[in-house]
């Protein structure tokens, strides 16, 4: 495959030849061979595929919610060639034998994925890492989705086993000794979108975060191990990480939305960490734009309509996001508010460099061929209608991204959408283990 005048992220203008799995060629004027299918990429901009540190693909006992071939589809209509799952699935991912039928759901996978260990009381530290983890967390330091929360000892213990096995080590990070009870004593509103949701945002506070980050940051010094913050979402969580060794990421939701759509949102605005307030948002994005963030992530989580219309506290926290973060970070370059570049670090080189994936996150020669083919002058508004995860909502409804027209998975074409007739096609569940040997 040969595509042709593709302006890169650098403002260089290439032409990129594929063969097989890898890049073999990028350069100016490369001629095409015989019977050598040619992508005429002028005018429009060619980006290595994001990586997404942090999904919730569901699946196993969960299927209503999201399959691995319903989420992948979902990554792959929004320019992600690689996906990685967390443990708190149904059974959670603590020992092998949950990792090995994780992995063979994940064989349904059109995009590349990595498969993360898990931690509980009860986990099983010699089979999960004799097995190809991509990484040991998310561990929680407080409840979420799965009840996954441990103490601070066996955090330490888990740190210490991941830096042992040379395994990086990812962080839930809030501190549940500093949630405000109070917030969510009293009226809560109705269920749905009639809920008060901007409470739970009061609940689990900006300092619970920052605490928490403060003391992955001391245990990970103490350990030499390799640490990383998910889904980073205040200002002050961020600072916490900047002069360390520790590495954050923040979320398409913590960048994009605020309080003052929390009660709009209802409980489809629950997750956590919650949404912050607006001051805080545009602090994170500041951050952001400043180069102090070293990866965005989505925490994709899939819970359906039904799930989420229920009172503010029985509802499941998170929201669906895979198919929409690059696309949500494509506008905002396009309107000048992040350089195209950044956008390009902070979705593939970073967290390809932070997670040991040399073979991926920049379009160069010998690199997979996980590409992105997109058209920065036709944005369109987000619809949930036209996404692709089986969740059927998303909160950026109304807001405007910038879509892929080709999307492939170390060379072969995985997604593909006219952009004319707006027609889509998906190719075959190419997907493996980017750890599997």
């Known amino acids: ?21 890898r890049i073999t060629a990028v350069a100016e004027g490369l001629e095409r ?6 992508i005429d990429a002028r005018g429009k901009h060619l980006l290595p595929g994001a990586i997404d540190v942090h999904v919730h693909m569901r699946d196993l006992a969960d299927v209503h919610k999201e399959t691995w071939a319903s989420g992948s589809r979902s990554a792959a209509a929004g320019g992600v060639t690689t996906v990685v799952d967390q443990p708190n699935t149904t059974p959670a991912t603590v020992d092998g034998d949950a990792f090995d039928e994780k992995a063979t759901a994940a064989m349904e996978s059109l995009v590349d994925y990595g498969i993360n260990g898990g ?19 998310e561990v929680f330091l407080a409840d979420s989705t799965g009840d996954m929360g441990i103490d601070l000892d066996l955090f330490r213990e888990a740190v210490k086993q991941a830096t042992a096995h040379d395994t990086t080590v990812t962080v ?22 009639e809920a008060r ?23 990970g010094e103490e350990a030499g191990g390799r640490v990383h913050i998910a889904h980073t979402s205040t200002p002050e969580g961020i600072d916490a990480t900047t002069g360390t060794d520790v590495t954050c990421e923040v979320t398409p939701h913590h960048l994009f939305l ?119 002058t036709a944005p369109r508004d987000v619809e949930a209608g036209a996404l692709h995860s089986q969740a059927g909502w998303t ?12 999307t492939l998975v170390r060379g072969e074409i995985v997604y593909e959408r006219d952009p004319v007739t707006g027609a889509e096609s998906f190719g075959a569940p190419v997907g493996e283990n980017v750890r599997a040997e």
């Open 172 to 193: 839930h990070a809030e501190d549940a000794t500093l949630f405000d009870d109070l917030a969510i004593d009293g009226d809560l509103g109705g269920t749905g979108r």
């Open 1 to 21: 495959m040969l595509i042709t005048g593709a302006e890169l992220a650098d403002g260089r203008v290439r032409d990129v030849r594929v063969e097989g799995e």
């Open 258 to 376: 605020s309080t003052e759509d929390a009660d709009r949102l209802g409980t489809f605005g629950r997750m956590n960490p919650p949404l912050r307030s607006e001051e805080r948002r545009e602090a994170v994005f500041q951050r952001l734009r400043d180069g102090e963030v070293d990866v965005v992530a989505t925490d994709h989580a899939p819970h359906t309509v039904a799930e989420k219309r229920a009172e503010l506290l029985d509802a499941p926290s998170g929201v669906p996001g895979v198919e929409t973060m690059l696309p949500l970070l494509l506008e905002s370059a396009r309107t000048g508010d992040l350089p195209l570049d950044l956008v390009r670090d902070v979705v593939a080189a970073n967290p390809a460099d932070v997670f040991g994936l040399p073979n991926k996150g920049a379009v160069a020669e010998g690199n997979d061929a996980d590409l992105v083919l997109v058209d920065m």
């Open 33 to 38: 061979t015989d019977d050598e299918r040619v």
């Open 395 to 406: 909160p950026f409804e109304g807001l405007r991204g910038i879509f892929p027209e080709y």
């Open 197 to 219: 949701a901007s409470a739970w945002s009061d609940y689990r506070t900006a300092e619970a975060e920052a605490a928490a980050v403060e003391r992955a940051v001391t245990v």
């Open 119 to 137: 931690v509980t009381a009860d986990w099983d530290p010699e089979t999960l890492f004799d097995r190809p983890i991509f990484a040991l967390g």
